[in-house]
């Protein structure tokens, strides 16, 4: 459902389909102000702005009104070919022009003569999914070659009661020894907040230090965790292996805080005062360095979907279906063996476990041995006992977790295992 209202006292654009909402403000640079799962709210909105507008002066100080935005990349002040912003009074929190057709809201900038872009954003959400599908494009409008990585940046609301609740997580590049890898861009270079997981993930947990970290993830995802709630917020991403990205790095990490920085030519404090310093964090994106010729343009495709975990739990990895918390596994228990996971998912549907086809073909058992229903709103978790039938057969049992959609339509294989010897 598409209709025009009001947010915090903008002008905005409400696109949602009873499950999410979301809430777009055109005239504060195309931002998606709010995304919401069943009115749960995970985007940073700065209530010190709620209702104003930038004033788009050269000199003023960068109004952040946060929501979700797209920048160009790379940012630095050393010349051509860098974004010194923000401020961008023409990107970042210019006048966007917004169309809409058929449920989704197209936004278009101004001209920006300085990067020689144009911005169009396209939103748009589908019937029982709890995502937001974007496809940016970068345009050239100057007269000349021009370079840019498109870069979404998604503000996200930190657990005020218990920040250190809140967390974003990442897949990271490996070295050659196996060791995680990832570039702290600004602030301490010993920063507590950065860890890593059993998985090879980069775990940022939030402590209100300013901070920066980057990484030369390859699976294109990264995602926010309020472990008090369960409430999970992932953005999805294509990768271009070999590829060139900005700082080396496809997917970065900002914590606001206290503490300092170093950009722009000199030492930025930044006060240890929630008021004038609110905290929240920063799930960013990167597309590969694209030239455009005049004229060209280049589209960046992405998701941002919703779901629920068990309260603190984490997310070891996750696709444009949901997340996993723990994978598919057998663990003893008091009255025998036990089947367990835990996951959370996008949509509404059913989540099978049956046996693989070599195993059906040696009995007659039925395929299908177990099958719950699945939403973003609740964890999926899986606590099965296991029947002694099933790994009484020679050499093993073969059983795969399947998501089916509320059609019965097959979606993906999320797990599988063996059962027995």
């Known amino acids: 459902m598409l209709r025009y209202t009001t947010y915090k006292g903008w002008k905005a654009l409400s696109l949602g389909n009873g499950l999410v909402e979301s809430h777009i403000v055109p005239d504060l640079g195309g931002r998606l102000m709010q995304f919401s799962l069943q009115g749960y709210d995970y985007l940073f ?3 010190a702005l709620e209702s104003l507008y930038p004033e788009r002066v050269d000199g003023k100080q960068w109004m ?21 912003g923000p401020p961008d009074h023409i990107l970042d929190e210019g006048l966007y022009e917004s169309n809409t057709e058929k449920g989704s809201v197209t936004l278009l900038s101004p001209v920006d003569k300085r990067t020689g872009l144009q911005i169009k954003r396209q939103l748009s959400v589908k019937p029982e999914e709890s995502r ?5 494009t970068f345009t050239n409008k100057s007269d000349e070659y021009i370079r840019w990585s498109v870069w979404p940046v998604c503000q996200v609301a930190v657990d005020e009661q218990a920040e250190d609740q809140s967390q974003i997580v990442c897949p990271a590049r490996k070295d050659a020894k196996g060791d995680t890898q990832y570039k702290i861009l600004h602030g301490l270079a010993n920063n507590p907040q950065y860890n890593c997981d059993e998985a090879g993930n980069l775990v940022v947990t939030y402590k209100y230090i300013v901070g920066k970290v980057g990484t030369d993830s390859d699976e294109g995802w990264i995602a926010y965790v309020n472990r008090g709630s369960g409430k999970v917020l992932v953005m999805n991403f294509d990768v271009a292996d070999g590829a060139e990205y900005p700082d080396n790095t496809s997917v970065q990490v900002w914590t606001q805080g206290e503490g300092a920085t170093y950009s722009r030519g000199r030492v930025n404090i930044h006060k240890s005062d929630k008021k004038v310093n609110p905290p929240y964090m920063e799930m960013e994106i990167l597309s590969p360095m694209v030239k455009l010729r005049p004229g060209e343009s280049y589209d960046f495709k992405y ?9 603190g739990m984490c997310v070891k990895a996750a696709s444009k279906y949901g997340v996993t918390v ?7 228990m008091s009255d025998g063996l036990h089947i367990k996971g835990e996951f959370g998912f996008f949509s509404g549907g059913i989540l099978r476990m049956v046996m ?16 719950t229903e699945v939403s973003p709103l609740a964890p999926a978790v899986i606590d099965i006992p296991v029947d002694e039938s099933w790994d009484a057969q020679e050499g093993g049992q073969s059983v795969s977790f399947r998501l089916y959609n509320l059609k019965d339509d097959f979606i993906e294989e999320i797990d599988k295992i063996k059962i027995g010897k």
């Open 45 to 47: 909105v700065n209530g």
């Open 64 to 84: 952040n009104f946060g929501g979700e935005k797209v920048w160009p990349a790379p940012q630095g002040w050393s010349g051509e070919g860098y974004w010194p």
């Open 356 to 371: 693989d086809q070599e195993t059906l073909a040696k009995n007659n058992n039925n395929r299908v041995l177990f099958e």
């Open 132 to 136: 937001i599908n974007i496809i940016t």
């Open 303 to 311: 998701t941002i979907s919703a779901c629920t975990i068990e309260s």
């Open 326 to 332: 723990s994978r598919i596994h057998t663990e003893q």
